[in-house]
């Protein structure tokens, strides 16, 4: 994290106007609050700015010195209230107790720590929905075209079948072979799909939160269901074409 560039940009909103810094708002992060104050905008602007580089749950961790605010007055305070219940209903009670002790104080940005929680990994959070069920479709295509395919070739090898059954093959031997020929492709598949995901997976690490762009479990799993999938497509038509009659399946097209 560039801190100069930061504060520089930072600095900059003191020199927009009004209408600038709504529009800056609104770049950022949507709709702006209704204020007729450009400082008290700049202000605001700036403490969501700061907190976005400093204060996300995936920023780097940085040295912090705490000030008594008696040595180091700032034209703004954040107040950190530990509830023992559900913390917005304490949040009125605080607020009035604030403005007792002072009713000229504003009081703004009233969150909970689960809202801070969830407004740093929404964009996360949907872009990992979005990953996840693109992914999700991807696995199912893939699942769905390898049992066509590999049904499609053991179809094809029905004669071939027959003949071995003719010439006193066992039915349980030629199962076997078929459906560890159908593993050994999906693995050798599966070989060179982890290699293709773990070279092009760092390119979705700035998605994660402490999760490995290479997790394993992710990779076996995926490759698991893959290779499940051909060894059900390969059974399937060899077990139907095996219950066959061998002049039967000598006759199959």
Known sequence: MDVHALTLEVRALARLNLEELRTEWRRRYGPPPRLRSPELLAHLLAWRIQADAFGGLDAETRPQVYWNYKQRAQDRMALVVRTGGDPANWAAPVIAQIRALDPDQPVYNVFTMEDIVDRSLSQRRLNAV?????????????AIGIYGVVAYSVQQRVREFGIRLALGANRRDVMRIVVLRAAAIACIGSVLGLGAAAALGRFLQTMLFEVSATDAVSYASAAAVLIAVAVIASYVPVRRALAMDPMQSLRAD
């Open 130 to 142: 979005l990953v996840a069920v693109f992914a999700g479709v991807s696995l199912l295509l893939a």
